[in-house]
């Protein structure tokens, strides 16, 4: 497995990737498939601000998952505070590539002058937020019925890890 920037070639992974997160889980609280050129704009807005979009590939090219993080709120005193995402493609969890694609954000977050990471996990979410967890994160609150998807309220739970 190889991790790297993203670039183009990436972009129909990342989208089967995220469109089955959105339409098969409740990692994404939104029920709608995004579109190709969606993901491209997402992508140039995160390297227009400066933010990695890590993929993690194998040997033939192939996106396994992909890790980003951005802006958590938009005032000025939380520039020091990103918020992070993580996926991997279903059948390639549970292989360490999620730990992997998060400890390569933590230096890229670090370099930016980042001091927190945050995570917004379904609460019911118990593989992501031990994964979480394994890697330093704690958590600090939960949001009772903030979201709905598949015809039931979800609790979001949130974890930071002090970088």
């Not at 990692?27 to 579109?35: I, K, L, Q, R, Y």
């Not at 993901?39 to 396994?64: K, T």
């Not at 370099?111 to 890697?135: C, F, P, Q, W, Y």
């Amino acid at each position: 497995m190889e991790i790297g920037q993203a670039e183009e070639r990436d972009l129909e992974g990342i989208l089967v990737i995220y469109n089955d997160a959105i339409l098969t889980t409740t990692a994404v609280f939104s029920d709608e498939p995004v579109t190709l050129e969606n993901r491209r704009e997402w992508l140039e807005a995160r390297a227009g601000q400066g933010y990695p979009v890590l993929v993690a590939r194998d040997p033939s090219g192939a996106v396994l998952g992909f890790a980003t993080f951005g802006d958590f709120r938009a005032w000025p005193g939380y520039r020091h505070t990103v918020e992070h995402s993580v996926y991997v493609r279903g059948d390639a969890r549970g292989r360490g590539i999620g730990s992997a694609l998060l400890e390569a954000l933590f230096p890229l977050a670090v370099a930016l002058d980042k001091h927190v990471l945050v995570a917004g996990i379904d609460a019911s979410n118990d593989a992501s937020i031990r994964l979480h967890e394994r890697l330093g994160f704690e958590r600090v609150g939960l949001l009772p019925e903030v979201g709905r998807k598949f015809d039931r309220w979800l609790d979001l739970a949130f974890l930071q890890k002090r970088l």
